[in-house]
């Protein structure tokens, strides 16, 4: 990388931007107060107030509300990014009234937006390209701290538990803070997850005029750290991007309370600003208050130290703030006499380091044969030699600084230094890889565990399937065998239907037939009857006949029964008479009877043999064989409405154990959607462990690139960015990249 960056030039850019007018200022007046000089390097305020004179402020350069922030960039940070790659810090940051633009200028109204970005994703964008653009042998890391000072503490807002930091300074480090979070960083995209992460940790108010404001001091820093590989000499710079508070003017705002309080101690540290300022542009060197706030004894080295710095005044160019806008002018023409001395942060290599040493101990060597010299010396004349005392540790600086060896003595203390900074480094380091490595081994653990688990449960899901399978084909089954019997079950049934369809029309044909048959023995009786009158007729005739053939007088029952008693004797005889002829009437009519019934009897039999026609025979043959149907259809009826009843209990039976197997199932299907819900967590935290494994795997190995964590972003490990592999594009200003939160600082 060649140097691009003049360090006898511009030490301290104060510069002067002025925003549009607001809508409220726009209502409060028309009237133009601000000019701009042609050539952009001072501004005139014309006064409203009686007798106020115009009053001029010289700038490197003032931006009026056309500028881009692409021009901003350009005028005010690139400088200070090209004084960061060779080695020189550098700080930017932005002053002015609350609502004057500072936020507008440092981070942008859109993070995302090519054209909109303000000046900080400017700046980190440009730092990468420059690495990714540099020469091959040489050897990159960058850290990123966030800290805020609210009331006058310092936050760490990477984490932000740690709320009052405290500020120490060495030899080595200069001006830090202890504690503070420094994550490693590779990539624009990293440091840009770290803005978001600390952003929204942020402290951010409202008040009456800028419902946004920022009420805290917001610093965000990237140390540029770069290594030669050829020389192995080492850069290091810082980049300090502050967000400064606005000042405004408590009457104004209308703040009370603790947004008072607030104010008090943010126009405290702005006004120590001030002070600061104003002692560093003093002809006579006088004592610079840089410890009076946090802010100043923080910016120290960067407010008249060997560093860069840019400062941006915005302003508004309403008269409604012409106040404020003339004390911000005030504030920036003053800092623009700060004198800084630039310096390269430059590092000895080991091989530089140990010449000096080896020059150093040359150097003593020499001295002390010197003395051996003078010693002997002495001794010859006689005077004694004073004991070796132990020298104060000033006494030692002031004799040594003085001397030849004061720089020898310097670097050697800076190599010492250096050297516990290192081994604390390395303790550190190895503190972390341990820690990586029991977290490791813990994920190991979880893993296995989970390992087992799911296996456990990929063997109970088989089973369950297996099991799902087997109810699943008996279901088939029983729902076949279901079918099939229902099937059976509706042809018995329509067959039952047919048969007691039958069953009703035999019914119908029998009772119409026994009514036939009735009539039909009606007539039999009937013809019995006429026969019997017939017979009797017959045997009337038959006993006349008899009588009459035996000569027998004809005797008449009433007549014999009227004889009188008085003629007894006479009687007695026709008694005995009577007696014989009685018994022999009866035996005759006994005999008539047989014979009659006999007759009678062949008569009928041969009558009903006679009667009965064809039809008739055939029809009572019929209803022989149809009675004995009957009987036997009956007989069947019954056997089949006692199937039918069986069938049913059957039928209930089966649906019972259909319904039971059907909530069986649901209860199985349910088993097996739980058991895939339990599946899919499984394996989900399976997913996550072994990324988070394979991720502390990568820590653990040191010099590893991985990506932000999920949750925190992670930046403990040291990243490496080799120079010149360049196909990095930051594609300034037309930059785009995918931020989903826009920073406020
Ligand atoms: N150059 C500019 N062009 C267009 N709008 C601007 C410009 N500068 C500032 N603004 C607008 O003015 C308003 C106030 O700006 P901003 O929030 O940046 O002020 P601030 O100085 O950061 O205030 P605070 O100190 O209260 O945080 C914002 O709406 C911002 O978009």
Not at 153 to 180: C, F, Q, S, T, W
Not at 378 to 391: C, F, K, S, T
Not at 726 to 739: A, D
Request: proline letters at 2%; hydrophobic letters at 30%; one cysteine or more.
């Amino acid at each position: 990388m060649e140097p691009s960056y003049d360090l006898s030039q511009d030490n301290t850019l104060v510069l002067c931007r002025f925003r549009p007018h607001n809508d409220f200022e726009r209502e409060f007046s028309s009237k133009e107060i601000v000019e701009i000089a042609q050539d952009s390097q001072s501004v005139t305020i014309f006064q409203t107030k009686e007798k106020g004179e115009p009053l001029s402020f010289p700038f490197d350069y003032v931006f009026d509300e056309n500028d881009t922030q692409s021009t901003v960039y350009e005028k005010a940070a690139r400088p200070i990014v090209d004084g960061v790659m060779e080695g020189v810090n550098g700080t930017i940051f932005a002053y002015g009234q609350t609502s004057g633009g500072k936020t507008y200028t440092m981070t942008g109204p859109n993070f995302e937006d090519p054209v909109d970005m303000g000046l900080i994703p400017r700046m980190i964008t440009n730092v990468f390209y420059q690495i990714e653009n540099s020469l091959e042998h040489l050897e990159f890391t960058v850290r990123v701290s966030y800290s805020e000072i609210y009331m006058e503490k310092i936050r760490d807002l990477l984490a932000p538990e740690h709320d009052n930091l405290k500020i120490r300074e060495n030899k080595i480090m200069g001006v830090y803070v202890e504690g503070i979070t420094e994550s490693y960083t590779s990539t624009g995209d990293e440091v840009f997850e770290w803005m978001k992460y600390g952003t929204k940790n942020r402290t951010v108010g409202a008040n009456n005029m800028n419902m946004k404001s920022s009420r805290s001091h917001a610093i965000f820093s990237m140390t540029v750290s770069q290594t030669n590989k050829l020389d192995y000499t080492t850069r290091i710079a810082k980049l300090h991007m502050v967000d400064l508070a606005g000042s405004e003017k408590v009457s104004k705002t209308g703040a009370e309370g603790l947004r008072l309080e607030e104010a008090k101690l943010i126009n405290k540290s702005l006004t120590t600003l001030g002070i600061v300022i104003t002692a560093l542009t003093e002809s006579k060197k006088s004592h610079v208050p840089y410890r009076s706030s946090k802010l100043t004894r923080l910016l120290q080295q960067s407010l008249g130290g060997n560093g860069k710095m840019s400062l941006i005044i915005c302003c508004s160019p309403s008269l409604y703030n012409e106040q404020e806008t003339i004390s911000s002018l005030r504030f920036g023409a003053r800092a623009k006499l700060i004198k800084n001395t630039p310096k390269v942060n430059r590092e000895y290599t080991l091989a530089e380091l140990k010449l000096l040493l080896a020059q150093a101990r040359e150097e003593i060597r020499r001295k002390d044969k010197r003395i051996k010299v003078l010693e002997d010396l002495l001794r010859q004349a006689g005077i004694a030699i004073p004991e070796m005392v132990d020298l104060d540790e000033s006494d030692f600086e002031d004799e040594y600084r003085d001397g030849a060896y004061a720089d020898v003595i310097q670097e050697l203390e800076d190599l010492r230094s250096r050297l516990s900074e290192e081994v604390e480094n390395s303790l550190k380091l190895k503190e972390d890889v341990k820690e990586a490595q029991t977290e490791s081994e813990e994920y190991k653990s979880v893993y296995s565990v989970m390992e087992q688990h799911i296996k456990y449960m990929d063997s109970q899901i088989k089973n369950f399937e297996n099991s799902q399978k087997e109810k699943e084909d008996l279901i088939e089954k029983l729902t076949v065998g279901k079918e099939s019997y229902e099937a059976e079950l509706s042809a018995i049934t329509t067959k039952m239907l047919e048969q007691e369809q039958k069953l009703n029309e035999r019914e119908v044909e029998i009772e119409i037939l026994k009514n036939k048959l009735k009539n039909m023995k009606g007539d039999v009786v009937q013809q019995q009857r006429t026969e019997e009158d017939q017979r009797n007729e017959v045997k009337k005739e038959i006993y006349r006949k008899y009588t009459v053939s035996h000569q027998l007088p004809p005797i008449k029952e009433s007549t014999i029964e009227s004889v009188s008693d008085e003629v007894y004797d006479e009687q007695k005889w026709r008694e005995e008479k009577r007696k014989m002829i009685r018994d022999l009437q009866k035996r005759i009519s006994q005999v008539v009877d047989l014979e009659l019934a006999l007759e009678e009897a062949r008569e009928n039999y041969a009558t009903l043999e006679l009667t009965m026609s064809e039809g008739e025979r055939a029809l009572k043959k019929k209803t022989d064989v149809l009675e004995r149907n009957l009987e036997q259809l009956t007989l069947m009826y019954h056997q089949l409405a006692s199937q039918k009843s069986a069938l049913s209990v059957d039928k209930q039976v089966a649906e019972r154990k259909s319904q039971r197997l059907q909530e069986k199932i649901r209860i199985l299907e349910d088993q097996l959607k739980k058991a895939n819900v339990e599946l899919d967590k499984c394996q989900r935290e399976i997913k996550y462990l072994t990324e988070t494994f394979e991720k502390t795997s990568k820590l653990s190995m040191l010099g590893s690139s991985g990506g932000l964590g999920a949750i925190v972003p992670s930046g403990r490990i040291r990243k490496s960015i080799k120079g010149g592999v360049g196909s990095f594009k930051p594609q300034i200003p037309e930059v785009t990249r995918n931020y989903s939160v826009s920073i406020n600082m």
